[in-house]
């Protein structure tokens, strides 16, 4: 809300203000973000001595928007060039519009025919803040757009500000890393196509001293599964800015004369209490505000591909179903291999119909007999691919990304196609399409299994769009779909987690965390997932002791507990698993079934006692706690185990034991896990509160 004549802006959520000004040079200027200011208190910052509010020469100002200074030598979250070759943008301020709970700030160019819009949004009962950027071409001439930032974000001084973020790499997603912020510009993102297995876009800042209960937490995260980048840059006096935005160095957007370049949403959010905290407030806007079905509880999953991988029949598949259902499961999703001539992954992919050896009636009997077993059916598709060795590539050979002169570098024998194009895009709609038209599919895995090279459009006047347009077209295939099929639930894979982030979470309903099911290897995985991601989208199977990956032996228990705090799937092969691991995963299934909406739904709190780590998840009366000890030491028993977040006035029964537990011992004192021994104990504990 303005605060009269001081062009002084407050975006106020639940918890916190977002204050921001326009100063006299027309420069939008961020200048607090954190607790709740009323409006007197807002206005107090334009007096403050030494306000950013204040440019002065030879001083880093600190912005909001991030552009219209000569004197900005600091990161520039928004980069144009003109058709004559200017580059320097002198933004005017025109307005700022209300409307519809949107905060938008609308500058002009002093000269060129440029608009610049940076809308603030926020939602209630949330305490993240959107901003999206909107530049328009009101002019003729195509102007250049080398970068356009989403957001970039003013955190307050700090002493010794700490950056948090998640890296990683194929099968060691979302590792999560803490490390003190260097002067200076800190880049992390994706240049290959995808969101990436090596970095995901969210960070937090903290002041180096926020534990998790306690402590201001400042994160951001981009909604967008193409290339990105975030900018955290710590000037010369120890402030911190945060850029977030699509795009990569140096590729740029030819904006045409008439046209509107909107980009994605990034995503602001303060919290007290810590990163346990802050990681709750991203969940429940997820929830709240980016999934598309978000009171769903997702289905224990089974998945073939670790079973059988590429070597199976119909009659495989409906034997693992049998097994799967005799389990518990709810969902069976058949995974690569089922189509064209798929028999390995040297060729088929882009030839979506099923395989003649494998189906020769077509895919109806295997879906009549999942659903027979009261199961729902799922397939897997990676319909942004193609091998050369198909019939797809034999017939479009120049539909994939490939320059002129330049090799076509593959990846597991494939090639990217060019889904920036309309006709390829146009087309992949149409396969899918019929493909769910022509048989009950309840449930689609989207993969994506390696990144762009040669990322060439020959022949295009400006080949650089494919790195936009290419998800941009991704998104509007899935919102095709799912408005065409209200039924259908997508599942987002990329070569695991490669393609985890509020852009494609918008338009499904859960993603493959990891090709990597090695239990203890996931605790890591997932604990950083769920920095930003719920439960409820966190895909997690139990696989095969040794897990075939990492040759790991552990126990059934430890596995099932440990994918208990996702979304709980199966993904091993029933055809080899004893009668007791079937009885027992059977019994496991039914245990998560009645914590699931509390798992799926409600709030996390990672809980730590000695050697063994976990998870609380609470809702309503339901407090459900999820611990693992890889191993301990003979003479270092485990201690209690404290509770976080329990009414200390409230008595809590557990329902293993019928023990009654007072919320006060348990959160001073902690709970006697009573765990097994020896290495790899793990339990699951339903606590309920008493009336
Ligand atoms: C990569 C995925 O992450 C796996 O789960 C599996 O679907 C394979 N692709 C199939 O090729």
């Not at 959107?130 to 328009?136: G, K, Y």
């Not at 534990?211 to 120890?238: D, N, Q």
Request: negative net charge.
């Amino acid at each position: 809300m303005p605060a009269h004549d001081s062009r002084l802006w407050t975006i106020d959520t639940p918890n916190t203000s977002y204050v921001v000004a326009v100063d006299e040079h027309d420069r939008l200027r961020g200048l607090h973000w954190g607790p709740r200011l009323s409006p007197e208190q807002a206005l107090a910052l334009l007096d403050l001595p030494d306000s950013p509010f204040r440019p002065v020469v030879g001083r880093e100002p600190r912005f909001d928007l991030g552009a219209g200074s000569a004197f900005q030598y600091g990161h520039n979250g928004l980069q144009v060039r003109f058709s004559d070759g200017t580059r320097d943008l002198e933004l005017v301020f025109a307005e700022a519009v209300e409307e519809d709970g949107d905060l938008t700030f609308v500058f002009t160019d002093r000269h060129y025919p440029l608009e610049v819009r940076t809308r603030y949004r926020s939602h209630p009962g949330s305490d993240v803040i959107e901003r999206t950027l909107a530049l328009r071409n009101t002019g003729t001439e195509p102007i250049e757009v080398v970068r356009a930032d989403s957001a970039t974000w003013v955190v307050p001084g700090l002493d010794a500000p700490r950056l948090s973020q998640l890296h990683g790499e194929w099968g060691a997603e979302t590792q999560l890393t803490r490390t003190t912020i260097p002067y200076g510009e800190t880049v992390i993102g994706s240049r290959r196509g995808i969101t990436s297995h090596q970095a995901n876009p969210w960070v937090a800042i903290d002041d180096g001293e926020a534990t998790e209960t306690s402590g201001p937490v400042w994160s951001t995260a981009l909604a967008w599964s193409g290339t990105w980048r975030i900018t955290v840059e710590k000037g010369p006096t120890g402030s911190v800015v945060v850029s977030a935005g699509f795009g990569h160095d140096p590729i740029a957007i030819r904006l045409g004369g008439g046209e509107t370049l909107e980009t994605p949403i990034a995503a602001g959010l303060h919290t007290a209490g810590g990163f346990a905290a802050a990681a709750s407030a991203w969940h429940d806007y997820a929830l709240a505000h980016v999934l598309p079905h978000p009171d769903e509880v997702r289905p224990v999953l089974y998945n073939s591909w670790e079973a059988t991988e590429f070597d199976f029949t119909a009659e495989d598949q409906m034997r693992l179903a049998d097994r799967a259902a005799a389990m518990g499961c709810e969902l069976f999703v058949m995974d690569d291999g089922w189509f064209g001539a798929r028999v390995n992954d040297r060729a088929g992919l882009g030839d979506w119909t099923p395989n003649p050896d494998r189906f020769p009636d077509g895919l109806g009997p295997l879906i009549k007999h999942v659903h027979g077993c009261g199961m729902r059916f799922g397939i897997w598709v990676e319909p942004e691919m193609v091998n050369p060795d198909s019939d797809l590539y034999r017939a479009h050979p120049d539909w994939v990304y490939h320059q002129p002169n330049r090799r076509r570098s593959e990846v597991r024998q494939q090639l990217v196609l060019n889904l920036a194009r309309p006709d390829v895009a146009e087309f992949i709609h149409a396969r899918l399409d019929e493909l769910l038209s022509q048989n009950e599919i309840d449930f689609v895995k989207w993969d994506m299994n390696r990144p762009f090279t040669e990322a060439g459009w020959p022949g295009d006047e400006d080949p650089d769009r494919l790195w936009f347009d290419h998800t941009r077209n991704l998104y509007a295939i899935l919102d095709r779909l799912r408005a065409d099929h209200p039924t259908l639930r997508i599942e987002s894979c990329s070569s695991g987690g490669g393609r985890v982030d509020f852009g494609i979470l918008r338009r499904t309903d859960q993603v493959w965390t990891s090709d990597n099911t090695d239990a203890v290897d996931r605790i890591a995985i997932q604990d950083g997932f769920a920095q930003a991601y719920p439960a409820r989208v966190m895909g997690a199977w139990v696989t095969d002791s040794p897990n075939p990956l990492t040759r790991r032996e552990v126990p059934l228990d430890f596995r099932f507990h440990v994918a208990m705090a996702g979304v709980l799937a199966v993904g091993g092969d029933l055809r080899i698993w004893s009668d007791e691991d079937q009885a027992r995963g059977a019994e496991l299934v039914a245990d998560y079934k009645r914590v699931r909406p509390a798992v799926q739904l409600g709030r996390r709190r990672p809980l730590r006692a000695g050697e063994v780590t976990g998870v609380q998840y609470d809702r309503g009366d339901q407090t459900v706690v999820l611990v693992w000890r890889k191993a301990r030491s003979f003479a270092y028993p485990d201690p209690l185990l404290k509770l976080h977040g329990l009414d200390p006035d409230a008595r809590y029964r557990d329902e293993r034991t019928g023990r009654v537990h007072h919320g006060a011992i348990l959160a001073l004192h902690g709970l006697d896990l009573g765990l097994d021994p020896a290495d790899y104990a793990s339990a699951m504990i339903e606590l309920t509160r008493l009336p």
